[in-house]
């Protein structure tokens, strides 16, 4: 295992930046060229074949500025895999719960007015009311799950729906 290592480190030191040759060396125990480790060691099988990936869906306006913005203020030498700014996450987050507490108040305001105590419509408005009152936090985190389930919903419905050419043409016959 070590001599593997060890070959594996020797083919990536040929290739590196002078300086960092110079470095490595200095750090690690002596390391014999690529070809002399691969003589004295046993070559591993070939990884098996993994099927390619998909290839990557082109970003849109607001991620091409976000990826912009990424790179433009990572320090050098750093990841390029950062998390997201703590001022764009506060942001978005203030965001949802401003529109979620608007669309409740909206909802409240188009309710039925003359509808009865076990009306289930009027429940539902009642209950988002109180949840906005108790917990904006989870209110926030519900319609962003009702939003998703409603946006499933009509994208399946849309799925679904037949192409109107071939009916006409199969009803012609």
Request: a negative charge; proline letters at 4%.
């Given at each position: 295992m070590h001599a593997h290592y060890l070959a594996a480190l020797a083919r990536r030191l040929e290739a590196a930046p002078e300086a960092v040759q110079r470095l490595l060396r200095a750090k690690l125990p002596v390391v014999a060229p690529a070809e002399?480790?691969?003589q004295?060691?046993?070559a591993p099988a070939a990884p098996p074949r993994?099927?390619?990936a998909p290839p990557p869906k082109p970003l849109t306006p607001l991620g091409r500025l976000h990826q912009h913005i990424a790179t433009a203020t990572q320090a050098p030498g750093t990841a390029a895999g950062r998390p997201e700014l703590r001022s764009a996450q506060a942001?978005?987050?203030t965001w949802s719960r401003l529109c979620a507490e608007d669309e409740v108040?909206?909802?409240v305001q188009r309710g039925p007015e003359n509808a009865g105590p076990l009306n289930s419509h009027m429940l539902v408005l009642r209950t988002?009311?109180?949840l906005r009152e108790l917990s904006p936090d989870y209110l926030r985190r519900f319609m962003?799950?009702?939003d998703t389930l409603l946006w499933?919903?009509?994208a399946s419905a849309q799925l679904k729906q037949p192409a109107g050419k071939p009916k006409a043409a199969r009803q012609k016959k």
């Open positions: 002399e480790l691969a004295d060691t046993v993994r099927p390619r942001f978005r987050e108040v909206q909802a988002l009311g109180l962003a799950h009702a499933l919903e009509q």
